[in-house]
């Protein structure tokens, strides 16, 4: 599949077209094995990819049928671009060499679902690309889903099979078990982040980089940014940006966690995001720039920081800290240990939901048919970071939000 395909995440007719000459194909590869079958030996592996082919097809056809019935729009649209310019396609074939070269370490890709049928087509169809532009063994795909009453736990099941059928390395959970009544928010929300991350844990040297991510829409595009960012960065922790409706437009989504470089809280403006003149400078011209703490709907983490005995983990507050987010402790467990490359990365922007999702596709938040920026104006030069950090405690048992009043947290 050239790279130009991948970008364009193929348009959505053209698509159809494709699945559908794959079929006429195997129907003629069947009906010619059984005209022929007593003289004819297919070379080794064909058969293989044949029925590889056919899973694969099936699956899809699937996900499309589920995805139209809850949005009402094709599956692909919202990745496709019909018109990337010659000089675009050739700039991100450049950037992504060192990713498509198949020589990338392998990516671990964790997610906890509940109740995410709307996201989960998208999800699925997404991490399958992935694994055919890395490579089907320089994946892992674990997901942890817990009680959900949609479609979520259904996709699942056939997402599974399909893993299974296709030989990519996976961990697929669906679980009935209720969250306890009496427990403190993010103390569960640690547990269930561990949980996803457990077969990286227990077995994890091979990996290079882990990309956890929320219920949100997204293109392998915005992945492969994220993780090339990473790369090129030597970067600990790697962020997109998440919104969500705001005013007459989008706000900036993850103020409870993200913090700029200065240790302070983003504001929901997008135009006013940080007072730090740096910060919104790049977040203007849509280049990385450090932050000391970020999270926003995707993630990608330098797999080293979990390894060794005092490897990270999600985690709640200790007795006396700051009852903060389980990835803004994450954050400052980073910084203590000199994990200080946290980057965030504003070409990335991400959406739980689908009206904020296509506000976003629209020219003035995604300039992705502008050829890409020389990364040579896109480097960072790290800083060694605040000694405080803002931080909104969420106290109570029973709290959704953040319920105490907000201090500054030393480093
Ligand atoms: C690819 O990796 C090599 C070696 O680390 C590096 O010198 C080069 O700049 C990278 N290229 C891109 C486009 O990231
Ligand atoms: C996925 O497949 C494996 C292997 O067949 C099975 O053990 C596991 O229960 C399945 N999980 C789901 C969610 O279907
Ligand atoms: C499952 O986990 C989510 C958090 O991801 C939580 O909000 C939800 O209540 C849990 N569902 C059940 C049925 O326990």
């Given at each position: 599949m050239s790279l130009r395909a991948i970008l364009a995440s193929l348009h959505g007719r053209r698509y159809l077209l494709m699945v559908g000459l794959m079929v006429l194909a195997l129907v003629g590869i069947v009906s010619m094995y059984s005209f022929d079958l007593k003289t004819y030996t297919a070379p080794s592996g064909t058969r293989e990819d044949t029925m590889m082919q056919k899973v694969r097809s099936k699956f899809h056809t699937y996900l499309y049928k589920t995805h139209y019935e809850i949005h009402?729009?094709?599956?692909?649209d919202y990745c496709s671009q019909d018109d990337f310019s010659d000089e675009f396609v050739k700039s991100a074939e450049q950037r992504y060499m060192n990713l498509t070269n198949g020589k990338t370490e392998p990516v671990f890709l964790a997610a906890n679902l509940y109740n995410s049928e709307k996201v989960l087509p998208n999800m699925a169809t997404q991490f399958l690309k992935l694994a055919d532009t890395l490579g089907h063994s320089r994946i892992f795909i674990s997901i942890y889903e817990n009680g959900s009453t949609d479609k979520t736990k259904e996709i699942l099941h056939r997402f599974n099979d399909t893993l299974n059928a296709l030989g990519i390395a996976h961990r697929i959970v669906a679980e009935d078990t209720p969250k306890?009544?009496?427990?403190?928010r993010i103390e569960y929300l640690a547990k269930l982040r561990n949980y996803a991350m457990e077969p990286l844990y227990s077995d994890g040297a091979r990996f290079g980089r882990v990309a956890f991510l929320n219920d949100v829409y997204f293109c392998q595009a915005d992945l492969f940014e994220l993780l090339f960012q990473s790369q090129t960065h030597g970067a600990h922790l790697t962020c997109g940006e998440d919104y969500d409706m705001w005013g007459d437009g989008v706000g900036f989504y993850d103020t409870w966690v993200a913090r700029d470089i200065k240790g302070e809280g983003f504001a929901k403006e997008v135009h006013r995001l940080s007072k730090d003149d740096g910060t919104m400078v790049a977040q203007m011209r849509d280049r990385p720039f450090q932050v000391q703490?970020?999270?926003?709907g995707m993630a990608v983490i330098d797999a080293k920081v979990f390894r060794g005995e005092d490897g990270l983990r999600f985690r709640r507050s200790a007795k006396?800290?700051?009852?903060?987010s389980e990835c803004s402790l994450f954050c400052n467990d980073l910084w203590r240990k000199d994990f200080k490359r946290v980057v965030m990365v504003p070409r990335v922007k991400l959406a739980y939901d689908i009206e904020p999702r296509n506000i976003l596709r629209t020219p003035l938040f995604f300039p992705a048919d502008l050829p890409y920026n020389n990364p040579a104006v896109e480097k960072i030069s790290f800083r060694g970071g605040p000694k405080k950090v803002l931080c909104r405690p969420l106290n109570g048992i029973d709290s959704h939000h953040p319920d105490g009043p907000q201090t500054y947290v030393t480093l």
């Open positions: 009402k729009e094709d599956l692909l306890p009544e009496h427990i403190h703490c970020c999270w926003n006396d800290e700051c009852s903060a």
